[in-house]
């Protein structure tokens, strides 16, 4: 029998298994399956698994050539093969002295290199050195990109919000709407604002957009010569950033062995490391580094991006899981589910292997999350009594960085709560005996047996964080050798924008011809003759 074949008869049996029963059981449950690495203890009893399911999982990492491909990555081989590059986003973090190579080449002096600018530079706006094209000091930071370009730094800014400067006022803008970039320059004056031009590519069109319109704004206020000391930019592509108008001085670079959803720990870093200061943001890929040290080395039973990999594969390929939701209980990561969802989602919604066959299973699942307590207010209703199958991630650190009152004791027991409740469940009898009228019992009734994660930390640091973001990238890591697809590269974003290109001029011009199918024509016809018509 193969492991595909054993771990289908094993869900089988899991679905008609109750958690309540296998805790009955096992009073050893929580020590059979909680792991402890750096800053985290992760509480994993409350899944749809035995030992016996455990077990099968390893040994399809094992089989799935898990180990390899680890090696593989850090060692910098060139694993993202549609686009035939290296992976190494863990080099940017490396804080060993020891080499990584890419085509022979150590590329950790440039790394190293890259990491000084950006503490020469974000030193100078902090302690006000750098200062505007009329001597002011920078008061704000306007980081203008989109994707991982703006996701990773607007995130790690909220979540480290606490070890932020109060002099200067961060902004991100990352929408073509222009509502985004009007909103934020409404707040800034020329003078004291400070563009961050951050783009892999630097082709991107929603940034390039946002970068013209903002150094228009720029320009007409100060003149040209402004845009030297209000403008810098992060990318890959030196050319297109001096095609621009931006001073090579003052362009940080990397490298395209770092995918766009990974490079937070990258030069795009660097509105980040304006608002923490230096030494925490080498505290963040400290942690980080300390996170790869454990995948790397802990053996896969007491892996945690292993062990997190494992159950989700578990739940999207064998027990029909659609969906997967993170909920942190800590406001200071409410971005962390739209950060995770371009981590995860770009990185594992493929359906072809990579061997360019189709895949016959299930990959990357849907994943979505806010905060708590506020989800429990909207959409746990159904991850409690509805259809769905949707494996739940709570995060919370058990100390606030703004202990008050008992907000964070009643924080902490609703999200205890929630997790028992959503594994024990409440049966009609229960019900019943609290006396509920008959007819309503069916609808106050809780299957439960509803899976859950409990990832604790201590308190918020930049170290914690750095860890908590690298926990969750080798996790899709894993989740992706699995499923044998490529996840680092992202194919499926590129039809939507060839077709934006042939539409735009069909907006601009109602005599157009259009040769789309008629829901599209009618659609175009209408926006246009409305638009051009006021
Ligand atoms: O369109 C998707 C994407 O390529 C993402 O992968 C990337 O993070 C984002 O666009 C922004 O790309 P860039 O940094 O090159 O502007």
Redesign the pocket.
């Given at each position: 029998m193969t492991i595909y074949t054993a771990l289908l008869q094993q869900a089988d049996t899991l679905k008609k298994t109750h958690m309540k029963d296998l805790f009955a059981t096992d009073p050893k449950r929580f020590d059979r399956f909680h792991l402890k690495t750096g800053p985290f203890l992760l509480d994993y009893s409350k899944n749809n698994i035995t030992p016996e399911t455990m077990r099968l999982l390893l040994q399809l990492a094992e089989e799935s050539g898990l180990r390899q491909a680890i090696d593989a990555q850090f060692s910098g081989q060139k694993i993202n093969t549609t686009e035939n590059r290296a992976v190494l986003h863990t080099a940017l973090r490396n804080r060993s002295d020891n080499p990584v190579f890419v085509d022979g080449r150590d590329v950790m002096p440039d790394i190293r290199a890259v990491l000084a600018q950006m503490h020469t530079f974000s030193d100078a706006v902090r302690n006000q050195t750098w200062r505007g094209a009329t001597g002011k000091p920078i008061t704000d930071v306007v980081n203008i990109?989109?994707?991982?370009?703006d996701l990773g730094p607007a995130m790690a800014m909220q979540a480290l919000e606490f070890y932020k400067t109060d002099a200067i006022s961060f902004h991100f803008v990352s929408n073509i709407d222009g509502t985004d970039i009007t909103r934020v320059l409404n707040k800034c004056r020329p003078e004291t604002t400070l563009f961050i031009i951050?783009?892999?590519?630097?082709?991107?069109q929603e940034?390039l957009t946002n970068a013209t319109t903002a150094r228009a704004w720029l320009t007409a206020a100060l003149g040209d010569t402004a845009v030297e000391k209000h403008f810098v930019a992060v990318s890959t592509n030196k050319t297109a950033v001096q095609a621009f108008g931006i001073n090579p001085d003052n362009m940080f670079v990397f490298w395209d062995f770092v995918g766009?959803?990974y490079s937070l720990w990258s030069a795009i870093g660097l509105s980040l490391m304006i608002g923490i200061g230096y030494d925490h943001f080498i505290e963040m890929l400290t942690g980080a580094y300390e996170m790869d040290m454990h995948f790397k080395t802990a053996p896969f039973d007491k892996n945690m991006p292993v062990i997190m990999g494992l159950l989700g594969v578990w739940y999207t390929t064998y027990m029909g899981a659609e969906s997967y939701a993170v909920l942190p209980y800590d406001q200071y990561l409410s971005r962390l589910p739209a950060y995770l969802q371009q981590l995860d989602m770009?990185s594992n919604g493929k359906s072809v292997k990579k061997n360019g066959h189709a895949v016959d299973y299930k990959t990357g699942p849907i994943l979505f999350g806010e905060p708590g307590t506020n989800g429990q207010h909207s959409f746990y209703q159904l991850i409690h009594q509805g259809t769905h199958l949707i494996p739940v991630d709570f995060i919370a650190p058990v100390h606030s960085l703004n202990e008050t009152g008992n907000h964070h004791a009643i924080l902490l027991a609703n999200m205890v709560a929630q997790a028992e409740a959503l594994m024990r469940g409440k049966t009609a009898d229960e019900v019943r005996a609290e006396g509920v009228d008959e007819a309503l019992i069916p609808f106050k009734t809780f299957s439960g047996n509803r899976p859950s994660n409990i990832l604790l930390f201590d308190r918020m640091t930049p170290r914690v964080f750095g860890a908590l973001v690298a926990l969750y990238e080798h996790k899709v890591f894993v989740q992706g050798i699995i499923w044998n697809i490529d996840s680092f590269d992202?194919w499926g974003?590129e039809l939507g924008?060839q077709l934006a290109k042939v539409v735009l001029p069909e907006l601009q011009d109602k005599n157009k011809p259009l040769a789309h199918d008629n829901s599209t024509n009618a659609l175009i016809d209408h926006i246009r003759t409305n638009r051009l018509n006021v």
């Open positions: 990109g989109i994707g991982g370009s951050s783009s892999k590519t630097f082709t991107t940034t766009g959803r770009e992202q974003v924008k």
